[in-house]
């Protein structure tokens, strides 16, 4: 199969290939500081990702003592450091502001949009880009380089001037083929110009692409109406984030592409995510769907207070994402993991013993826990799955195993149902600017990288501040006297 091949000139243009926050961060400083700008995404629109995190309510980051909040970054705190410090979490509230968006804290110090909501806060920012003059490329998806160097995408032509709904309610519109023109523009040298884009311009329909296996990573468009169109620029600024939510866009293909040219990438792994429980077949059906509230979980010398949910898998929540890197670590070394439930976190153990000996003459044991304990549903429940029956009978036993039930974790959810990734490019593998050291004019930011966080408005905070540094390296890339070269 042959599919069109256009070329697309520009003499002094930064590709974003990514349309969440890290890369819309980065086109943000590149555009403030007059570069053109285009930000190419394989979906239909931008920010699906964001928008979809922004559903229970937008938590953009977190209040806490910078120190504490650095400490969330476990082993790649020294790495994410200069990033955080150079766009602070009240940087990134006093942005926000910037674009008309008020912010709060809440009671658990975690920092919000006044309404809850992410689609006000991206409306805004994106008609700030647009009015900046960064050109979107929805239904643009990146398959690697070409053999000259020049970025390749795979467009779908039926979608070049259709509109397409938003997950925020607003209609988005692909580029069209005609021609378009920056002034604004600074150069590779820095010297503001008259910058001309020429997409679709120059298309050659005879031209075909190379044979599979001749562009790293390349897959022949999936569709007629599919075309390939590379792309020249300066600099190329890669935000693909991990491999999470795949059906948002971030699906980890960028992987092979990057790895085929020598990359250092660490195994993408799920994180934030629930694990599988080996339930029996009664709390499963019954019980599956069900929160725990009001309960504490304990792993590694670390106790968490907060609540969760049972699935028909295993377990997952807020409670759990937080320890999930440590969990998803021992059962990588061990093949399972303990992580013990305190399912009343409120009382101590000798009183939780004083209740379960307590007489309790005709009524059965289950009546009795909910009587002089108020545990019934699915933590009753949870304590069959610990207890045979006549471990039950065994009150200080019981009792012990209310304040620590030993929950058996054997696997992590699969990568795609998971909040976020680890793993990604390494930090060895760039330059203090984020710049691929093998790569010269190719940077990452984002998910992409080798970082991990838990919830809590750390994820966001450290896109938003990756994003900010590879805009700034790339303005200093172009900076750096050097023959004009492509990518």
């Not at 409120?346 to 044991?365: F, I, K, N, W, Y």
């Amino acid at each position: 199969m042959t599919s069109p091949v256009s070329t697309d000139t520009c003499d002094c243009c930064v590709a974003v290939i990514g349309g969440g926050p890290a890369g819309l961060m980065a086109a943000e400083i590149l555009s403030a500081s007059g570069v053109c700008v285009d930000v190419y995404d394989a979906m239909p629109s931008t920010g699906r990702k964001f928008l979809m995190a922004g559903k229970g309510g937008m938590n953009i980051t977190h209040a806490e003592p910078f120190d504490a909040f650095l400490s969330r970054y476990g082993a790649r705190k020294s790495d994410i450091e200069p990033m955080l410090r150079a766009f602070p979490p009240q940087a990134l509230r006093e942005w926000i502001h910037g674009l008309g968006i008020a912010t709060f804290v809440g009671s658990s110090n975690r920092v919000f949009p006044a309404d809850m909501k992410a689609a006000p806060l991206l409306r805004a920012w994106l008609h700030r880009l647009r009015e900046r003059g960064v050109h979107f490329h929805a239904h643009h998806r990146w398959l690697g380089w070409d053999e000259q160097g020049a970025l390749l995408f795979e467009n779908e032509q039926s979608y070049a001037t259709s509109p397409h709904p938003n997950p925020d309610g607003t209609t988005s519109h692909s580029t069209t083929s005609a021609p378009t023109r920056c002034a604004n523009a600074t150069g590779a040298g820095g010297a503001k110009g008259d910058c001309s884009r020429n997409r679709l311009l120059r298309s050659n329909v005879s031209q075909s692409l190379p044979a599979s296996g001749q562009v790293a990573g390349y897959l022949p468009p999936a569709g007629e109406g599919a075309i390939a169109k590379s792309i020249k620029v300066d600099a190329v600024i890669l935000a693909l984030g991990g491999g999470s939510w795949p059906q948002l866009g971030s699906d980890g293909a960028w992987v092979s592409l990057l790895a085929q040219r020598g990359i250092s990438i660490a195994p993408l792994r799920p994180a934030n995510c629930g694990f599988d429980v080996q339930w029996s077949v009664h709390l499963r059906e019954r019980f599956a769907g069900e929160p725990l509230k009001s309960i504490a979980a304990s792993f590694g010398g670390v106790r968490r207070k907060g609540e969760c949910m049972i699935t028909a898998h295993g377990i997952e929540g807020g409670l759990i994402y937080a320890f999930s890197a440590a969990l998803r670590d021992e059962i990588e070394r061990s093949g399972e993991a303990i992580l013990h439930l305190d399912l009343l976190p409120d009382l101590a153990l000798q009183r939780v013993q004083e209740e379960a000996t307590h007489p309790r003459g005709s009524r059965s044991l289950s009546s009795h826990l909910q009587s002089r304990l108020g545990l019934k549903g699915v933590k009753a429940n949870l304590l069959h799955e610990a207890l045979s029956a006549e471990q039950m009978r065994d009150a200080a036993l019981l009792a012990r195993t209310i304040k620590a039930l030993p929950l058996r974790l054997v696997a992590p959810r699969p990568l795609a149902e998971a909040i976020s990734t680890a793993g990604g490019v390494t930090f060895a593998a760039l330059d203090e600017n984020l710049m691929l050291r093998q790569m010269p004019g190719v940077f990452c930011a984002g998910e992409m990288l080798d970082w991990e966080a838990p919830t809590g408005g750390y994820l966001l905070s450290a896109c938003f501040a990756s994003g900010l540094a590879a805009g700034k390296g790339v303005l200093h890339w172009l900076q750096q006297p050097r023959q004009a070269q492509g990518l």
